[in-house]
């Protein structure tokens, strides 16, 4: 081989590697790390000349940048170093307002729209400074329902996008939701923590919406609301909506919150949901799928597998008729629309839960009954028993026990067997 094909070779080998990623540290954009100056212009500037250069690391570190709301460009990565804070401003008028989720809405702290290749990392933290809208919220009618009022911010939205990687952060305080990939594709959210006060409302921690492919794995999870949500569509939405389909969730651990959930706003449907070695403590729910009427569609092919809990509410709740878990007498059937709420092939199994409040709840609506429910291996012990109606439940090594009342209360409309 002569020179000029050594040459040759080296230059194709040369422009086949990637270069090396820019790193726009925020200071040098003006901003000032001392929880007071807000820095929003600044870091946003860094955003914009990493993406107009192909690309690259957008640094924060050495304390605490106050900030109003970011939009993260393709290809960039925000990366917050140890004992360093995005927190968000307190001035609410930072927030403009905006259509999100086809329903008036404000902007985030942190999003992206159309955007792709975007990560999250690092060991820091976002703080969604959300204190002051928890009181606002408080004192407003109907405050956590999507299309009912002008929506609080979200902390960190992806609108849109497609291969998102969130990774090490802290992400916690938001005024509402916490992380929500809506109509996204290929997201990763792994070695996370999500942290909010007990009594936080509508604090949930990670809510995919209509979003797709998605590993949610090693997350830790102390909120006020859901700790996980599977939404796709509104209360009531018009459509057309896609669903939730192909996530992940394994070795997590959810503290307070309203546990795993699929719903309740599920108008556009949720399928291949699979969840594995989950522990609950001190939720209020554990499993729970919810949806009513108004917001309902298809929901199939769900798995949750190897999971304990203690001291949760209630263990495993499958509910038609959210926001309430059972209806109040007799309910006729209705007609059925493209909102009713079909829940069916949910297998549950490897389920240990202790000093739970109720075993649980399986119940279906007349019209639109939850089908081929497998239970299998299951130890609950509980201060109520479980109720199956307007199901068809079938199962192996189930053993409730209930400190009154019976183990399993099974109503007519329910099929149940269970060896």
Known sequence: MNQRSITLIALLVAASMPAAAKVCKVQAYGAKPDGTTKNTKAIQAAIDDCAKSGGGIVKLSGGVFLSGPIVLKSNTTLDLDKDTTLLGSPDHTDYPAKTEFRAPGTQSLVSATNAQNIA?????????????????????????????????????????????????????????????????????????????????????????????????????????????????????SPGPDEPSKNITITDCEFMHGHGLSIGSEIAGGANNIHAERIHFKGTDQGIRIKANRDRGNQVYNISFKDITMEDVKTSILISEYYPKVLPEGEVAPAPITRLT???????????????????????????????????????????????????????????????????????????????
């Open 120 to 236: 999250i990392t690092g060991s820091g933290t976002i703080d969604g400074n959300g204190e002051s809208w928890w009181v606002e919220a408080r004192a407003t009618h109907n405050a956590g329902v999507v299309g009912a009022v002008k929506f609080r911010p979200r902390l960190v939205v992806f609108d849109h996008c497609k291969h998102v990687r969130i990774e090490g952060v802290t992400i916690q305080n938001s005024p509402s939701w916490q992380v929500v990939p809506y109509y996204t594709d290929d997201t990763v959210i792994r070695n996370v923590r999500i942290l909010a006060p007990q009594h936080s409302p509508n604090t949930d921690a990670i809510d995919p919406f209509s979003s797709s492919n998605m590993i949610i794995d090693h997350v830790y999870a102390d909120v006020g609301d859901d700790n996980i949500a599977i939404k796709s569509g509104i209360i009531n």
């Open 341 to 419: 709420p079909f829940f069916h092939d949910i297998t549950i199994e490897n389920i240990s839960s202790v000093k739970s409040g109720t075993a649980g709840v399986i119940v279906g609506l007349p019209e639109a009954p939850v089908k081929n429910v497998v239970l299998k291996n299951i130890n609950i012990t509980a201060e109520k028993g479980m109720t199956i109606a307007y199901a068809n439940v079938t199962g192996s090594n189930v053993h409730v026990i209930a400190a009154s009342g019976q183990a399993m209360t099974v109503a007519p409309s329910a099929k149940v067997d269970i060896k």
